[in-house]
Every structure is written in C-alpha cells, then in structure tokens.
C-alpha cells in the first residue's frame, strides 16, 4: 500500500481529472465492508452519522456553499472532518480523488489520513491529505518546469536558509554587526509570507532607507542564489505555488477541476499567502467557485501571530464568502464543566469575537485547584507534591499529568524538582533546559576556565560571540595541535606558529587569549555567579542577544537569567562551593534525564503554544503572574493581550478532570527577586471558581485578597506597583523600551587611582597600578606582589578598596 505521503518520487506529470474520478469510482465500489460496531468502509450515509450532536450532523450534512465550522476546544472537530469527507464520499457528492484535506502538523495529517482509512477504506489513497507545505510540494514537483526550475529542487531549513543569507550579506559588502543576516531572514520570511517577491520589494523599498535598501539587496542576492542551487526554502513553497496558480491559467484550472472540495483544518492559524492558496485552488475570485470550500477552527485558538497567522482569516470568513453558512460546535467531550466555566470566562473578556460557550453534559467535576507559593521553587514542589498525592489516591500515572508554562525558562525548577523526587519526564517542543544553545554556550565558558585543556568547549566559544576567528583558522590551529600532539588551548597559544595561518588572524586569536585570561582572574575566589555574569558581559554575549530583532533572542536572554538564577542557588546552599563542583552538579542534572520505561510514563512539560491540540487528564498552568503570564511585552498592545487571553484559553481547555493554577510571589531573575502582582487572568475567573488551597504568605488580606492581590497598595511591598501601578510590577534596571538590565544593575563599582592599596578575596593585598574605562566598564591592573599582577574588572571582582 503506497502512503499518501510517499509522494516526493512521483513523476511530474499532469494527471487527468476525468481519469481521477473514475479510478475513485471503481475503488469506492470494491471497497469491503468492515465488520464490528462503528461506522466502516461499507457503512451507509446514515450510520456515518450515528454517535453526533445536531450541531455536528448538520455540519457533516451540508453542501452548496462554503462552510465555517466554529469548533470550540475539544468538540470532536476530527471527527466531523473525517465523517464529512466519507459522507460526501457515500451520498455521491465526491470522489476520492476530489478531496484536498489540509492541516497544520504531519501529525494531524497522518491522524486523519488513518481515520479516513478506517471510514473509507483503500479510497482514501487517492485524496490529498497533508500540511500546507507538502501539498505545494506535490504541486511544485508536478509542475517545477513551468517555474524554470527542475523538479528534484532541493528544500532549505532554517539553518540552511541562514547560511545563504549570511554568505549573501558577505557578498554585497555589508556590515554584518549593523544587519544581522538573522534579522534579515526573518525579514525575508515576512515578506515571502505576505507573497512579496525581491523584485516587488526591491520597487517599493525608499531609496532614503539604508535598512530598506540593504534589504533589497540581500533579498534578490538570496533569490538568485536559491534558482542556482535549484533550491526553494521553507516560505517559497507556499509563496511559489500561488504564484504560479496567478500566473498560469491552464495550470491553475487543471487543480480547480480536480479538487471539488477542499476542507481546511485550524483556519485560524493561517497567514497571508495561506489564505491565497486557499482562495487559488477553491476559485473564489472566479465568478462561479470551483470547490466547496470547508473551513474548521476556533477564533478564540488562534496563537500563533508571532508566525503570521492572522485571525482575520477566520473571523472575517462570511465577509470573503458571503454565501457561507457558519456552523458552532460548543458542546465539549473533553473536559469537565467546572473547567469549561473558568476557560469561558476568561476568554469573554476579548472583544470582537464570535459568542461561543463550551458546554458538557460530563456533569461539573473536581472544582478548580488554585495555589499561590513563596517562590518558583516552592511552586515546582507544589507540583510534584500533588502529583504524588494523586498517584497514590487515583491510581494515575506520570503520563497523566502536564505542566505548562509561558516561557520555556519556567522549566528549570520545574526539571529541578521533579529530579530532585525521581519523577521521570520529558520536555516536548523544546531541549531540556541544559541542552539549550545559550546554555550550553554559557557552560562553555565556564568549563574552559575550569579546565583550559577542555578542547570541545574551548573549540565551541572560540568564535561565539564572533570574534572573527573563523573555520580556517580554527582547522589551521587543530593540525598545528594534532601535529605538535598538544592541545588545541596549547596551540592557540602558539598560533604564530601555525602553517597557512595569516598574520591578520593573529591579532582576535590574541585578544581571545586575553579575555580567557581575565575570565580566570576573575573567577579566582569569586562566587559561580559572579563568574558567570561576568562571562556573559565581558564576552559581549548578552550584548549580541540584546542587539538582536530576533523575537527568540528575548527567550535565550530569559533562559541566561534562570541559569545565573541556579548559580545563585548553588551559592545559597555550598557557602564554599567552587566552580568545578557547580559545573558537576549540573552535568550530573543532566546527565540524569533519562527517558523512562514505556510502560512508566513521564509527566509532561510543555509550553503552552506547544500544547495546543493536545489533552491530559491533569493539568498544571503554572505561572499565573502579570509579567509572566500574560508577558509582560503584552502590556502595550491590546491586540498582543487579546492573543495573551487565547494562549490561556487554549491551556485551560487541555485538562480532562483535575486543574490546578499557581503563581509565585517571587520569581528570580538574575539571581534577584522580581515581585509580580497576580495575573489579571486570575481576577477575570471571578469570585468562587476557584478551591484556593494555598494563598501565599507575603500578603496580609483574607483568602481571595491574597489570591487575587486585591489587598496590595502602591508601595507595600519592595518592587510591586499595586493595583493600578505599572503592570508586571517594577523592576530596577528595566530600559526606557521596556526590557528589563538584570544583570546587577545596582552594584556598587569601586572607585580607584593609581596608587591606591585594595585587597582581594584571594590574592590578598596589592596596589593599583592602572585603571582603564569608566563606571560598570572600569579595569584595574593590580600589582598583588608574589601574586603577579592582575587585569580586574572592577564590577565583579571580589575587592575592597583600603582607605
């Protein structure tokens, strides 16, 4: 049996409708009847309607015109997708081969390719069942020639996409530090998304305009490179295929004859150049439509705008198809009342959005668990305490149970805890918190302090944040190394010596010798948590992320902030600690993830734009702080808040039976308390819905006050605003744009001249022998005596100053 999606080795032919439809004829005739309960391949029209509401059999049934299904969370929208498709399949209104189903992942392609299967049986073959991208790859094989391509083009990723903008921004001679070639990508993606070639960027780009101009340069370089590789990249499959349904006719027909009816599965997650395929194939712009169109998905889902999708797809649909008949499905089999009530109500506090309210006849449930900790460690403990308690009352198991959060940095103490009670789990949409890139770039540097002769980690930072020292120098140091029989640190130490190596290189290979050199004055008798702060401003590795218009480079400085946050803690609990056994406590952390036995189970960590489409018996939505959730660069923009409200809807309505929801009164960042108020999401529950079990302890008001924070006032507590105060609570250090300098903004630095006498933590006393920089940017030299004579960063290092 061939798969539906072994479709990439298929000749580019043009097949023929006709043909099609009598092949789907002969196939649906001899398709066997299934025997057992339950609607099968030989099920009549009437039994594929067995087991729905009014609502679904009405949405299964209609034909004529376009139609919008409004499936509320958990309201069986598969289900009528699939019987939809195998009624219009029994009652002669289709032929397989007519189908075009589309969705978001592979894996609701293949969940409903089963289903389908198992409604229609070998018929199902002949529909076109996939995501966006790879039914235009079908398209775009089939008729790559007329592009002037060939049809075994190659497929970019990201990182490939990345290397050709990069290659492309060396080439037109641009400073690479003022344009970042990942700014430029993403750029680039924006405008392929609003189908935006280079040529018709390159028009409208102002002349005035440096970022404009350099955009259109590095745009056409990249597009020209692409056709000479034979490449498309992941935004050109979508982009392309609309072009050239627009630009050839008798192609664009060939499609519209074949695909009578083409249904749409998570509308609300479309974007520009999605909703011009859409209208492409389904001939809406023609005077008569060619396909009845099927659109299903929820407005009050749609969160993926940081991706380009556009609830006005959906919203908007009875304006772009007046014709349409919209169908509600409110009624939910999914979860319990209580936690249909508490997800209703916070998402009625959007505006401009279709009145939809989840019901069940599942009866009201366990009510909803509120918790409010001292800390993220104490809400982490929160967490595996009740799944432990659960476990031993109900009988679940790990794979019941689910934790979300806002932002991928809330997992640390998460993942802590839940080591720390042997619980096993897996992080899904993202590495565990030990395995991220900046993390590990972090550690990097850290264990090359520790152990200069560390080769992997010293080769990992040798150009990160670039320094120019790129992989031909790199190569020439290595065989100098592997030649000499030293180490690749030892080598870099004799560079001049290195065959082929020019002498321009030389100098950032000096320089980086002497920034490691620093480094490890500076970690000498400092905290762990000084060293590494002092690793991520000295390597102008923060800086680089903080220049960055990479919207993910705002999480990596997070996911660098909770990571000081643990070298804080290990400071707090190992008054003596050093370097070397901080760094193995977190390799043993990490090293002790372990995937569990299948028949166990893992409790599952997820963010919630990971968890959309996805359900658990228990759920925990952890976080529930203004400034955490909803995010604090929510704040400003109505539009983001309303997106903010959806992200917490769609986490609300993945619980089945139990739901619990915490905050913490203090979250650390950069190893400092951050005092957030509750999330207003908590006081649009209203008053009742919520069991609080625990209502914190910084807080002097009764049970709700503390739990909704009703009782704060302006200034009663160090870094809070209070109701009516700024939103997220203040932060010392936070930028005049709004994003907060946590790295120790108000240290006290020293103030020394030439001659003054300071002591140091570990190289005793010495006198000052001369100072460079000014302010947090001041550098001692140091004379200890027997010690030597020291470069100190005067911000970090562990000095006082002798009167």
């Excluded at 006719?249 to 395929?277: G, S």
């Amino acid at each position: 049996m061939t798969s539906p999606f072994e479709f990439l080795n298929e000749p580019p032919t043009r097949r023929d409708p006709a043909a099609d439809r009598a092949a789907d004829t002969a196939a649906t005739a001899s398709a066997p009847a299934r025997s057992g309960t339950g609607p099968g391949p030989g099920a009549s029209a009437s039994a594929l309607l067995e087991g729905l509401n009014a609502q679904q059999i009405a949405a299964v049934e209609h034909s004529g015109s376009p139609l919008l299904i409004v499936a509320g969370a958990g309201s069986g929208k598969t289900t009528v997708l699939t019987r939809r498709i195998a009624h219009a399949l029994r009652t002669g209104r289709a032929h397989p081969g007519q189908v075009l189903a589309i969705t978001f992942t592979n894996k609701a392609a293949r969940e409903m390719v089963e289903r389908i299967t198992e409604l229609v049986g070998p018929p199902a073959r002949s529909m076109w069942i996939s995501t966006f991208h790879s039914a235009c790859v079908r398209i775009l094989r089939r008729e790559a020639k007329a592009l002037g391509m060939k049809s075994n083009f190659t497929i970019y990723d990201s990182q490939d996409s990345l290397r050709l903008v990069t290659q492309c921004v060396r080439e037109a001679g641009l400073d690479s530090k003022k344009f970042t070639p990942r700014s430029l990508q993403h750029r680039i993606s924006n405008l392929k998304n609003d189908l935006l070639t280079a040529d018709d960027f390159s028009s409208r780009a102002q002349e005035n305009n440096p970022s404009e101009q350099a955009l259109a340069e590095v745009y056409r370089r990249y597009s020209e490179r692409l056709r000479l590789a034979n490449a498309f990249d992941f935004d050109d499959l979508i982009m392309e295929t609309v072009h050239l349904l627009d630009a050839f006719d008798d192609i664009a027909a060939n499609y519209r004859a074949r695909f009578a009816h083409i249904l749409v599965d998570e509308y609300q997650d479309t974007n520009p150049a999605q909703y011009r395929l859409i209208r492409a194939l389904a001939g809406a712009d023609l005077p008569a439509p060619t396909a009845e169109l099927t659109v299903v998905g929820d407005a009050d889902q749609s969160i993926y705008a940081f991706r380009g999708a556009t609830v006005r797809n959906i919203v908007e649909f009875e304006e772009d198809f007046p014709q349409a008949r919209v169908i509600l499905l409110e009624q939910n089999y999914r979860s319990t009342q209580n936690i249909l009530t508490a997800a209703n109500a916070v998402i009625s506090h959007n505006d401009d959005r279709k009145d939809k309210r989840l019901w069940t006849d599942a009866g009201p449930g366990e009510p909803v668990t509120g918790w409010v900790a001292e800390s993220e460690q104490a809400e982490a403990r929160f967490i595996t305490e009740k799944i432990d308690a659960l476990m031993d009352e109900s009988g679940l198991t790990y794979g019941d149970f689910a934790v979300f959060y806002r932002t991928n940095a809330q997992s640390r103490a998460i993942e802590d805890a839940l080591m720390r009670a042997g619980m096993p789990y897996k992080v899904v949409g993202g590495t565990r918190f030990y395995e991220r890139k900046e993390i590990k770039d972090a550690l990097a540097y850290l264990r090359v302090i520790a152990n200069p002769d560390d080769d992997v980690n010293l080769r990992r930072i040798l150009n990160v944040p670039k320094r120019s020292i790129g992989d031909r120098t790199e190569a020439f140091i290595g065989a100098l190394a592997e030649r000499e029989r030293i180490s690749f640190a030892a080598a870099l130490d004799r560079a001049e010596e290195a065959p082929g190596l020019s002498s321009r290189s030389l100098g950032p290979i000096a320089r980086f010798r002497t920034l490691l050199a620093d480094l490890r004055t500076t970690a000498e008798g400092a905290p762990v948590s000084r060293i590494l702060e002092s690793v991520l401003e000295q390597t102008g590795y923060l800086a680089e992320l903080h220049a960055s218009t990479d919207p993910q480079d705002e999480s990596r400085v997070d996911n660098l902030a909770e990571l000081v946050a643990v070298a804080e803690d290990f400071g707090r609990t190992h008054e003596t600690g050093t370097l070397d056994e901080f760094l193995e406590q977190v390799s043993l952390s990490s090293d002790a993830d372990q995937i569990p036995d299948q028949d166990v189970g893992e409790v599952t960590l997820m963010t919630l734009h990971t968890a959309k489409g996805l359900e658990f018996p228990v759920v925990f939505l952890t976080g529930l702080e203004d400034g955490t959730f909803p995010h604090q660069r929510s704040f400003s923009s109505s539009t983001e808040l309303a997106e903010e409200r959806r992200l917490a809807y769609v986490g609300l309505t993945r619980a089945r039976k139990k739901l619990f929801l915490s905050r913490a009164e203090t979250r650390s960042m950069w190893g400092q308390p951050a005092y957030n108020p509750p999330s207003r999401f908590l006081s649009e529950l209203g008053e009742g819905l919520v069991d609080w079990e625990s209502t914190g302890t910084l807080s002097s008001g009764g049970p709700a006050d503390r739990a909704f924070g009703s009782a704060w006032s302006p200034g009663s507590r160090a870094g809070s605003s209070g109701r009516g105060g700024r939103p997220g609570g203040a932060r010392a250090g936070t930028s005049p744009g709004g994003f907060p300098n946590r790295i120790r903004p108000n240290r006290e630095v020293p103030q020394v001249e030439p001659g003054d006498r300071v002591s140091h933590d570990a190289f005793g006393l010495g006198t000052v022998t001369e100072v460079a920089g000014a302010g947090d940017k001041t550098v001692a030299t140091v004379d200890f005596g027997s010690e030597g004579t020291k470069r100190l960063l005067m911000r970090y290092a562990p000095v006082e100053k002798l009167d």
